[in-house]
């Protein structure tokens, strides 16, 4: 069970690693689509590079930041012993 | 990441049953292929298919059968997070998402990918910023949840009604696919079809409720993927001798890019805020799929993905699966599973639509030379296509397709078997029935329990509870089936609205609920009505300040709005009391009993001490 005094510093934690994972991601995924064209003049496996960083690429690095974030969450839940006790 | 111990609350017997589930589906279509071969008709093979798919998965619902309303309302939460990972891409995608997405992806490339570009980024905001502090919550309904937070019934009222309509519009736009899918398995009047569906859907949710919705759409997602998988896989293999065709048709990309310099397919430039998205129905193929930016301006790209992100961060049907799981952990672990599955039907939808465009272009060119058109011929005998009478020679825009029957025209181009195709609509059907599913669940809890029995429902029995629950959701299933066969509409454009819809009103309030402790009833409120203006004013107007405001970009718009709104008001007001307070700090922390379950233990304390 969490110490009520590690509340404040459990949740600036918990923001600063939602800043840190979401913000990065939310900027690629809005910056990268938008210079597709330009990419498409290169090739990567077949694919039009452009339009393979807006499909493929953008999956992976939502998957890569998804599962990157519930381990680190999961890391500060435990260090602040704010993690469920089954 | 690593298995906890919150495993031991789920049954064991899982793995078993959705084996069984699994091999009697297999055992369908490896049957119904045998009969083809032995020269069965092939309707009765279809109606098979689509009899033997709706009882496999009525079978799962029912099996899950509840008396008791804890189990009803949240299953026990005891969903492994890989089932629930499974659940919330059915639902996510619904038939109007599977099919949509894939058919406008395939009628106009690049364009169309903000819609999976927004689902993804919807989940990954949802794990961040909303869900597992609604799991921490612990109410199962998001106006519930609202209300309770802000101890509040104005607040609970209010968000339960903008909570009802986007959940009914998606609910009519998955019974006007399930229609659509059903038509190709079984033709019946659609007044006939409809009250099929709503009977089918009563029959597997009334017995256990979430219990059941949980089950029976896993299931459903185990169909879904299999149906669009497997033919995806054979394709790939046809074209580029690899199984894996999300990956590998680079080079077939390639080939219809010359093929479409060859056709001579445009390249049309839109203006910043251009928004046309394919429409229901019959289109042809028009421009290049590669080239960015035709069909969708680079703006309205960028407003789309926020749109829909929001969209799903804030849907009440989506949210609510966060309640069944064990732990705030396994939430966060079963909306990365969701992830996976999402993004892998993306790049399954890209590689049928490049598979597909590449065999009508070729199909094309050839014809233009004088040869056969054996691809566009298996469309229009399928009668997913139909082509101009009258022209020598074809064109691409002669050729017109059916945009919703994207998925299921794959195995017709590559001359598959008849079941196969049979098996994609019956798939098609699946994701249909899970998205109704899940939004039909939640409408009789929202009436049920946040506006019949609110605000003390546990002082009512569970018979009491489980009665009008079920009542409501037959009552429900009616109206939708009704409004499904009487209301216009086009499926993608109500399940792009219905997003817009939870977007614009939900999520600003839920993301403000957890993220600023300050905000109370009155700024909760004005932010929700606030962004029902805004709506409203992109339903009356498509013009605003002289931009064109799609209602499925409102939220890109509505939502900022009322983050302001709601953080003046609550700051002109008086603060949350510190009994508010203490819960949205506890709300924050993942571990200890959940908010909801203090609640109404000490409820229930208070109640048996008075008596």
Redesign the interface.
Known sequence: MMERKERKPYWRHTKWQVLTSLLPFLLTLIILPLYADELNARRFMGFPLGYFLACHGLVLIAIITVFSYNNRQDAIDHWHGAQEDL | ?PD???A??VNPMVGIYFGIFAASLAAIVVLLLIFEKLGFAERSLKTTMALGAMTLFASVGIGAYTNRFREYANAGRRIPAFYNGLTLTVTILGGAGLTGLSGALFLAG?DM??M??GL??G???M???VAPFVRKFGVPTIPGYLGKRFESTPVRLASASLAVIPLFIFLIAEFKIALLALSWLVPMAPAFAAALLAFVLVATLAPGGVRSLSWSSAAQALAVLVAVLLPTAIAAVLQTNLPFG?????????AV?RDEATLGLQIPIATLLTFEVPGQGLQAFAGRY????GNVG?LA??LG??SIMAGVAGSPALLARAVTM????DT??S??WA??LV?LM??TF?AVAVFERHVLAEDLLRQSSGGAAPGIAALVEHGFATIATGEARLKPGSVMIERDATLVALPALFALPRVVVSLVAAGILAAALAGAAASLTQLALILGEDVIHAPQSWLYSDNQRLTVCRIAMAILAAAGATAAISVPGDPLMLYLNALAFSGATLFPVLLLSV?WKRLNALGTLAALASSFVVILIAIGTTELSGLSLPLALAPALAAPIAIVVGMIVSQLTPPPGRHILESV?DL?????ETVYDRELRRARQRSSTNT
């Open positions: 990441m906890r111990q919150s031991t609350l690049f990918l903000f999976g570009l993804l980024a989940l990954t905001a794990l961040m910023l999300q990956f590998s048709h680079g080079p077939t990309l390639r890019a590669t080239s960015a930016f680079p790209f960028v993905i926020l064990p732990t705030v952990y966060r672990k909306i990365g992830v996976i993004g993306l790049t890209s993220w700090r924050r922390v993942p571990g200890g």
